[in-house]
């Protein structure tokens, strides 16, 4: 199962993917690169969870899931008086079309997130805690339950870790194949056994969360950067980045590149830095569009992309999300109205039909797409799906709604001569296409 | 109704949760159940409910929810391929054809020997591996161009030859 050499070199900036070879995941590589060290400097030093969670605040990081909330002030949202159970769960329902890092991080680095993951339990007096994983990746969920087999053997987990008096104990648990439960509260429902439908909020997870307790909910990447955060102390996490964009992150760089896979860098990176490391653009093309941060951001094209740095504020000041840092590439053989429609088809697919404005508008926006893909589109169809977004987007339970709705405005935003011809020429622009 | 291994591999699931929450093992317990029958059989779903003391409709909606459940008997192999844009980009739509016009069946179908279903999938979180091709749910299989299906086509069926289980 290992990949080839060459994917396991996340770059020279990398701190969570550093110094792994696909072979060396367990329990003693990860002691051997430094591993644990920041768990036990917390439980020796006594350190106080007001500390750890004023340290991650100072680190600006921000949640690698999507919506880039800051950790630490997510974090303090935790009822610190409560007196019964609170969980902590880790998102690594890993669905975003277009991102593959959390995979990266279980499968080669499974350690580095069971630390995270207990030293966010420590800071917000969780017992229990659930990694979820995607269902796809059966093989790294076997390496998960392996790892935590390491760490609960070493006394890492489990009752009085480390001899500190202090207990916690982490569990893992799959999906099967539902990208709706990737949104934290439909993740909620299905861990409690139930099908995916996302809540109504508020109330809000950190006051109603996992069978109704208080529950923090964060990403794979989120908690795999907490250990260096507590080594290195929180300012020198927020120096890596820019100001209010801490550290760095993994992208999950696909499409029309030389070498897709995960590159991992300090936020702030220019795009084009970032091209380049994937190896540039497949058989020398040209870059015609790029979809900065998973399919449900807006498409940029590539222009603006090679003058965007890749960090929060400098993505959403080009016009789209960091989201989950997948960053899918299209050359200029590539067909806009045929890239929309197979995202907007996975958007209908994926609808939990709770919400009509979600249900009927994501078939809605598929079946015009389609239309006008298949030479069937009509003058006013534009106007159409772009009214039919605004229709859904705010108006839902949750945010697949929007995924679905942003794509289609932004495709239509940037390429609208493109769907224009294929109304008014029954066929395509470019020569080849997806 | 289950093995003795998989009430075993059930149990361990349902030590992972709170005493009064056993159904948060109805995922595991189900996939357990899958991989011993091939698919789930409404006495199978039943047998779960029965086991995790849930309502049989509450295990129902749950099988029908996600994608990964069979609900219907599939073919020996399930072969499951990923067409999302990242894919199709890195050409899984070349590799999507080849698989369906090797076998003679589409997506959704499954072949007249009842050896392989063919089902289209959506991101399964290895874009970076594309094209993707899913077994039975369990083994991903990364970089499936054309000569590779063909190649995974002639293990699986050597496989079965030589009367190994996937
Ligand atoms: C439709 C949908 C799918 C999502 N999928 C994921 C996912 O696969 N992984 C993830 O971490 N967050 C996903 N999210 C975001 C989560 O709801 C949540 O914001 C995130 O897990 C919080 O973690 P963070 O603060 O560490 O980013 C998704 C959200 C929506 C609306
Ligand atoms: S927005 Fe869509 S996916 Fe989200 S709850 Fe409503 S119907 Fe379900
Ligand atoms: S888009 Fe195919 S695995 Fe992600």
């Given amino acids: ?434 | 109704m289950l093995s003795a291994d998989a009430l075993a591999r059930i149990d361990r699931e349902i030590a992972k949760y709170p005493v009064d929450q056993k159904q948060s093992a109805v995922m595991s317990a189900l996939a357990i159940a899958q991989d011993e029958k091939g698919w789930l059989a409404t006495e199978t779903m039943d047998f779960v409910a029965a086991y995790l003391g849930m309502p049989p409709i509450a295990v129902y909606e749950v099988a029908t929810f996600y994608e990964m459940y069979n609900t219907e008997p599939t073919g020996r192999f399930k072969l499951t391929m990923c067409t999302n844009l990242p894919c199709a980009l890195q050409g899984a739509t070349e590799a999507a054809k080849h698989l369906q016009d090797t076998l003679g069946v589409h997506f959704g179908e499954s072949t007249a020997d009842g050896l392989f279903t063919l089902k289209e999938g959506e991101c399964m979180g290895a874009c970076g591996d594309a094209p993707v091709v899913l077994v039975n749910n369990k083994r991903m299989c990364s970089w499936m161009r054309p000569d590779k299906i063909d190649g995974l086509l002639a293990e699986l069926r050597a496989a079965l030859g030589s009367g190994a289980r996937s």
């Avoid at chain 1, 004023?54 to 600006?60: H, N, Q, Y």
């Avoid at chain 1, 839902?396 to 679905?404: N, Q, R, V, Y």
Wanted: net charge neutral; aromatic share 10%; with cysteine.
């Fill in chain 1, 1 to 434: 199962m290992n990949a080839p050499a060459e994917f396991l070199d996340y770059g020279p900036e990398a701190i969570i993917m550093t110094g792994l070879n696909g072979r060396n995941w367990r329990l003693d590589d990860y002691v051997r690169r430094g591993g644990y060290d920041a768990l036990k400097k917390i439980l020796a030093s006594k350190m106080s969870p007001a500390e750890v969670i004023a340290e991650i605040k100072k680190s600006g990081l921000r949640g690698r899931g999507g919506a880039g909330f800051p950790t630490g002030l997510k974090w303090s949202f935790m009822p610190q008086q409560f007196q019964g159970e609170k969980y902590l769960v880790c998102n690594s329902d890993e669905g975003e079309p277009g991102t593959f890092k959390d995979r990266d991080i279980m499968r080669y680095n499974p350690h580095i997130l069971i630390e995270g993951m207990a030293i966010a339990a420590y800071a917000m007096g969780c017992k229990r805690a659930y990694n979820y994983v995607h269902g796809e990746i059966w093989d790294t969920y076997e390496r998960c339950e392996h790892a935590l087999d390491e760490a609960y053997k070493a006394g890492m987990l489990g009752d009085n870790i480390l001899g500190s008096g202090w207990s916690f104990h982490l569990y893992n648990h799959h999906g099967y194949g539902a990208y709706i439960c990737g949104e934290e509260t439909a993740l909620l429902e299905s861990l409690e056994g139930k099908k995916g439908l996302p809540r109504f909020k508020p109330p809000f997870p950190a006051s109603y969360g996992l069978y109704g307790k208080p529950t923090t909910i964060n990403n794979t990447e989120t908690f795999a950067a907490v250990p260096w955060i507590i080594n290195n102390g929180g300012e020198a996490f927020l120096n890596l980045g820019r100001p209010n964009n801490g550290g760095t992150k993994i992208f999950s760089v696909s499409g029309d590149v030389a070498r897709p896979g995960n590159y991992e860098v300090r936020l702030g990176t220019p795009f084009a830095t970032l091209l380049e490391m994937a190896g540039g653009m497949r058989d020398g093309r040209t870059l015609k569009a790029c979809i900065p941060g998973g399919s449900s951001m807006p498409v940029l094209p590539g222009e603006i992309m090679m003058a965007t740095d890749m960090d929060y504020d400098s993505i959403a000041k080009a016009g789209s999300m960091l989201g989950s840092g997948a960053v899918i590439v299209m050359n200029d053989t590539r067909c806009m109205v045929r890239s929309l429609l197979r995202l907007s088809y996975f958007y209908f697919e994926e609808s939990c039909g709770q919400c009509t404005p979600c249900r009927e508008g994501t078939g809605w926006l598929w079946r015009v797409v389609d239309r006008i893909e298949h030479g069937q589109g009509r003058n006013e169809d534009l106007d159409l799906l772009v009214s039919v977004s605004d229709n859904i987007a705010g108006r839902t339970i949750c945010a697949l709604g929007d995924a679905a709705a942003l794509p289609v405005k932004s495709f239509i935003k940037h390429f609208r001569s493109e769907f224009q011809h294929h109304i008014d020429h029954k066929q395509c622009l470019v020569p080849a296409y997806v």
